[in-house]
């Protein structure tokens, strides 16, 4: 493992220290989210008011979270009775997560005001999820990753359904709702395992106890725990084979919340998988490590194989975003996690903005993404078609965008690593991907619109809300920027 | 800061784009010339490059290196030498003849000459690039504009050729990303540090069998792009389809990242796999030779018909390449520039006859020369620079291909001989049917002349195929030295030695051999 920072080990997880600063954003986000509830119930404003609460609380938890990247520079502290930890590792999540609660709140803005008073619940759950994940990608006990990764869950189980009305977006959050459990059963019984064969809860109390139980005890509990953990947050991640949700619920979901839901569970899941393999089991990285390449390589192949035949956008993405989890795990087992946080950094921005150019064409709740629907976008919207453009070539990692810079990263992190060929199986997707990327931009630039039966409105030009127009401008800044010139993102990242 | 004239070859492009992208479609009279005004300026900084690099300088001239990201041995490292250096001036003179033979093209003009000067940005970056990650990086980028120039603006089976031509290459460079990740890492083996940095990754140690996994990962690339057969069947789809300027270009540059990247790479980086796979590549060479004149003869069409020529004179390029003789890498540079020409300016004058006609079928035609005799006359021209008249360009790339050729590899060189007597009969042939007897067909008399615009466009080239033909040391000079270095490389690093020139060479005026 070549430069991996072993995060936790080396702080003393007996410490008991409360720091308000540590849980800092988390708190500042439950707050808020309470605060929305309550004015929605008690004076039932406009919803710029809600947008008020929400500017100024992810203003206020990033000032937090700036505040906390300050102290982690002097080392890494434990608090809570060993239940949370502050360090780079955990502040990169956080940052990473207010950024994707703060693009997806606002691709969400307009579903959110078509869903009247329903709309605060929905700010509030998003608000709600990010607490959680920031608990989850913060924990350094199983049983915190574990609360954080309820609470993260269960709110996006919701908002796959916020839409009562639609039979789509139900049946979408009611097999989210069912197969997520199932996945945080299956992680919780893995815990129970490492307890079972370690007498410790802690990340680094399992560390510890690992070379005197692989004498003393059989090992074999211990692996069926940490082959129990990693299965449960693989399912969060979506890798291959434990996506099947995905593609249905990305895409009987509201259009305007998808991508919100789609990227803060990979980077809670990533983080949390990341931290749990290398801080509790790196020394049986000789046992995850050829396995966790397996799924890494399934999932590219898979997910690259499946998106190719997609008809739906949303489908088409959910299948990608099962590759590039296979990416991201790639980088994983190579053991340079610099690159693993860059690929998801960037990662999570791209498909924040694809979805938010989805939310405009399928409309703000709508709940199907036929790729037909894209036939001459740019002819309709040349805006929309060159954002989707940028990100989809991003996706494919193509260089020049922050996508390539990603994906070298993490293949010289599992070059480096020894799984030369993972790199291979990588590369090779990545061209096979090109045929489904390319796919939409054929339909985009080299085809002219379908006219549907009235010559309504949707079929001219698309309405961008302002918001979507910040988003993608955002997003193509970060992803050309950062593809030029990576330099600055993955110094800060180490 | 020092001026980096590299760097402003690349980024100047760019930010004609960015003006470009500005301009609002309601002025869309204004995108092509605009467009065509601000790819003189890359010209005049080329054209300043060319000739204030230094005579008789093997190195890089021009350098500027700069750190990107150093944990990762990554840098922003340019510089020009006398292989790349014609390459680069050629690129900046194509754009914007091509830009300005586009008047046809009227949907959407704004995205077509920013999509022009994109990609003349990523083809100087290829040429100049020093870091094999930032060489990736424009070999890729490449391929997006190009792709959607086909796509878009492309004939009528556009999207299929389109597809063919993106996946084909992508496949092909997606494999070389392995071999640069590999060398970089071999790098970090012998000195502890990664790094991609071409000069430093020439003095690895790296066994046989590695040179030969990474000659097979870079050399796919690249005999995709060339294209060497059998890997030539993106070509032909992806010339007929796309637009005159397409063509231009893909024919006149594109083609040449993958010669290029032999003779810069291949050569340079894995000596001792050259050697062993001379038998193969110039096997490969002579076969592309003969059976794209073969195939060039019995084209119905006349744009195929110049797609094919370039799958045959781009075996010239490839054999002199793996020749290893001075004459004859000298002579594979000096053909890639001349092939640029030629195939630029035929192409052009196809895409000329095709907006006076609407029809590239040879059947279609015949006569033009009665009512169109500028035209013949520069086709003639231009057909017999192609076919290697000697005065003109093509006479002087292949007959110092096949003359140093012949010094190593005899067999190849004279059935390559057979491919400059094969150019002739496609060629008249063609021109023959085309130009020749009497009017058949009545649409044909309103065939109109070359008028001024296009004249102005066919000049500088016509002019340079003379200049090239009767004074090639302007090229050779600065070509001469940089060339030694890779034959000197490898003989220093291999058993190979580069057989002595003799006297006939000195008579070309090739060499500087003191």
């Known amino acids: 493992m070549t430069d991996f920072l072993p995060i936790i080990a080396q702080v003393d997880s007996g410490a008991l220290g409360i720091s308000y600063l540590a849980i800092g954003p988390e708190l500042i986000l439950a707050f808020g989210a309470a605060l929305i509830l309550m004015v929605d119930v008690f004076y039932k404003p406009r919803h710029t008011v809600h947008a008020g609460i929400v500017f100024s609380t992810l203003v206020l938890a990033t000032a937090t979270a700036i505040l906390q990247y300050d102290r982690v520079q002097e080392g890494a502290t434990i608090h809570f009775s060993g239940m949370i930890v502050a360090d780079d590792f955990a502040v990169f999540g956080k940052f990473l997560l207010l950024l994707v609660a703060a693009l997806g709140l606002l691709v969400a803005w307009p579903m959110v005001e078509q869903l009247g008073r329903r709309g605060a619940e929905g700010v509030a759950l998003v608000l709600l999820s990010a607490a959680g994940f920031m608990f989850m990608v913060a924990g350094a006990n199983l049983m915190m990753v574990f609360l954080g990764l309820e609470i993260g869950s269960i709110s996006l189980y919701i908002l796959a359904g916020i839409t009562r009305e639609s039979v789509i977006s139900d049946e979408a959050a009611l097999k989210y709702f069912l197969l997520g459990s199932f996945a945080s059963a299956i992680f919780v019984y893995g ?44 399912f969060k991640v979506t890798a291959a084979p434990f996506h099947a949700w995905a593609p249905d619920v990305y895409q009987g979901s509201p259009a305007g919340i998808v991508g919100y839901m789609a990227t803060a569970a990979k980077v809670a899941g990533f983080a949390a998988l990341a931290r749990i393999l290398y801080v509790s089991f790196g020394s049986f990285a000789d046992d995850w490590g050829p396995a966790l390449a397996a799924v890494a390589a399934i999932s590219v192949v898979l997910g690259t194989l499946m998106a190719i035949m997609q008809t739906d956008m949303r489908r088409l993405l959910a ?48 709940s199907v993404s036929p790729l037909d629907d894209y036939k001459g976008l740019a002819k309709r919207s040349p805006y929309l078609a060159g954002a989707l453009t940028v990100m989809l070539l991003a996706l494919s990692g193509m260089p020049a965008t922050a996508g390539f810079i990603g994906k070298l990263g993490v293949f010289t992190s599992a070059w480096g690593g020894g799984y030369e060929w993972l790199v291979v199986t990588g590369l090779v997707a990545s061209v096979a991907g090109f045929f489904f990327y390319i796919r939409i931009m054929v339909l985009m630039y080299m085809q002219e619109p379908v006219l549907a039966e009235a010559p309504g409105a949707d079929v001219a030009k698309p309405y961008v809300s302002p918001n979507v127009e910040v988003v993608l401008a955002i997003a193509i800044a970060i992803t050309i920027f950062f593809g030029i010139y990576p330099t600055p993102l993955l110094n800060f990242l180490g | 800061m020092k001026f980096q004239i590299l760097d402003a070859l690349i980024l100047t492009p760019i930010a004609a784009a960015v003006i470009i992208a500005l301009v609002p479609n309601r002025r869309s009279e204004l995108h092509l010339p605009l467009g065509i005004t601000l790819s003189m300026i890359p010209l005049a900084l080329a054209g300043w490059l060319f000739f204030a690099f230094e005579k008789g300088i093997a190195g890089y001239q021009f350098v500027h290196d700069s750190p990107w990201y150093e944990p990762w041995g990554m840098s922003w490292h340019v510089g020009v030498d006398g292989i790349s250096l014609a390459l680069i001036a050629l690129t900046a003179l194509l754009v914007p003849i091509s830009l300005a033979a586009s008047t046809a093209i009227t949907d959407r003009t704004k995205l077509f000459v920013v999509f022009m000067l994109i990609l003349e940005a990523g083809l100087i970056g290829v040429f100049v690039a020093l870091d094999l990650i930032l060489f990736f990086l424009f070999f890729e980028v490449v391929l997006v504009p190009m792709y959607f120039i086909i796509g878009v603006w492309g004939g009528e089976r556009r999207i299929y050729a389109a597809y063919k031509f993106f996946i084909y290459t992508a496949l092909g460079s997606a494999l070389m990303l392995a071999g640069i990740i590999a060398l970089a890492f071999f790098h970090r083996d012998q000195t502890g540090v990664l790094s991609f940095s071409y000069q430093e990754l020439l003095n690895l140690e790296l066994t046989d069998t590695a040179q030969l996994w990474l000659f097979g990962a870079f050399g796919l690339a690249f005999a995709i792009k060339v294209p060497i057969f059998p890997l030539h069947t993106w070509l032909p789809d992806a010339h007929v389809e796309a637009p005159t300027a397409g063509s ?42 003969i059976y794209g004149a073969y195939v060039a003869i019995v084209q119905p069409d006349l744009k195929k018909l110049v797609a094919y020529s370039s799958v045959s004179h781009l075996g010239f390029i490839i054999l002199g390449t793996f020749a290893l003789t001075q004459a004859a890498v000298e002579g594979a540079v000096i053909q890639m520039v001349n092939h640029g020409i030629t195939t630029g300016v035929l192409f ?21 020369w009665q009512v169109a005799p500028w035209f013949s006359g520069v086709f003639l021209f231009t057909a017999f620079a192609s076919i290697g008249l000697p005065g003109l360009n093509g006479f002087v790339g292949e007959f110092m291909v096949l003359m140093g050729s012949y010094a190593t590899l005899p067999v190849a060189a004279i059935f390559g001989a057979f491919g400059v007597v094969l150019a002739a009969i496609y060629l008249l042939w063609a021109y023959e049917r085309v130009f020749t007897g009497p009017i058949t067909n009545e649409e044909n008399r309103n065939v109109a002349d070359l008028n001024a615009r296009e004249v102005s466009l066919l000049a500088p080239l016509v002019a340079l195929m003379l200049v090239i033909g009767l004074y090639p040391n ?41």
């Open chain 1, 191 to 234: 815990v129970a395992l490492a307890y079972a064969g370690t007498g410790e809860l802690s990340l680094s109390g399992i560390a510890a106890q690992l070379p005197a139980t692989a004498i003393v005890l059989r090992p074999g509990v211990v692996l069926a725990a940490m082959a129990l953990i990693i299965t449960g947050l693989l």
């Open chain 2, 248 to 289: 231009v270009m893909l024919a006149g540059v594109l083609l040449k990242l993958g010669t290029y990247g032999f003779i810069r790479f291949n050569l340079g980086l894995f000596p001792d796999a050259t050697i062993e796979l001379i038998p193969v590549m110039a096997t490969l060479a002579v076969i592309g030779i």
């Open chain 2, 474 to 514: 302007i090229i050779l000079d600065r070509l001469t030295p940089s060339v030694e270095a890779v034959l000197d490389r490898i003989e220093a690093t291999t058993t190979y030695e580069v057989p002595d020139p003799g006297p006939l060479y000195e008579v070309l005026g090739g060499g500087h051999s003191d």
């Open chain 1, 319 to 366: 299948y990608s975003g099962v590759a590039h989890a296979g990416f991201i795990l790639t980088g994983i087992v190579g053991g340079q996690l610099r690159a693993v946080w860059f690929y998801l950094a960037v990662y999570v921005v791209q498909l924040i903005a694809a979805f938010a150019v989805v939310s405009v064409i399928a409309g703000p709740t709508g």
């Open chain 2, 348 to 368: 052009l004058m196809v895409g000329m006859l095709y907006e006076r006609r609407h029809t590239k079928k040879i059947a279609d035609f015949g006569g033009i």
